[in-house]
């Protein structure tokens, strides 16, 4: 059995993730998640928890938003660092600007989970046509879902993300990373 690693920077991505991996990743990969205390925890501790992991049958994907970074410069940081672990073929994907960038390109998703109803209808405006372009995803997403809590809302939204539709290009790009893993083809990530 393949074991698919994620290491993540927060908890809602875990619950996110849990929600929406199991419609696509077949029965025969086993998840696993290392969920760190942030992203300053993730990029101290990723190299040793890398090099801990001893199985051969494990690929591995690391998500973390990247707030007020340059993305760029965050991902090659984090390919190096991956590299430098002696695991050169590690998927590496930053939410643009943060994991609400997800929800806020699936406003059908979001309504159903956490409404209001009518949420999705503003999908075709110019904010939600390219969620990754926001300053502040998750302030946005507060205003438009008051109910919204980072954690309850992740697990609540996740399984209703539509993996075929759904406007963050960042999303998307995490979506054909994995994707590309599970069926073998990840080897130039």
Known sequence: ?????????????????QGFL??????????????????????K??????RAWLRDDAKFVVLRDKDSGDCFKIKQNLVETCVAAGKPNVLV???CCELESFYLGDLKAVAQAIGPSSLSKRQ???????PDKLANPSQE???????YQKISGSRAIGPLL???????RSFNALITGIQ??????????
Not at 3 to 11: D, W
Not at 45 to 50: A, D, F, N, T
Not at 124 to 130: E, N
Not at 162 to 168: E, H, K, P, T, Y
């Open 124 to 130: 075709g405006k110019s904010k939600f046509r390219d």
């Open 93 to 95: 994907r930053i939410a």
């Open 45 to 50: 501790r990723l190299p040793i928890r890398l």
């Open 1 to 17: 059995m393949t074991h698919l690693v994620f290491f993540l920077e927060e908890p809602s991505a875990k619950a996110m993730l």
């Open 141 to 147: 997403l507060k205003k438009i879902a008051p109910e």
């Open 22 to 43: 199991p419609a696509f990743v077949p029965e025969t990969v086993e998840l696993k998640f290392v969920v760190f205390e942030g992203k300053q925890d993730l990029e």
């Open 180 to 189: 590309r893993l599970i069926t073998g083809l990840g080897d130039n990530l």
């Open 162 to 168: 539509d993996i075929n539709q759904n406007s963050s």
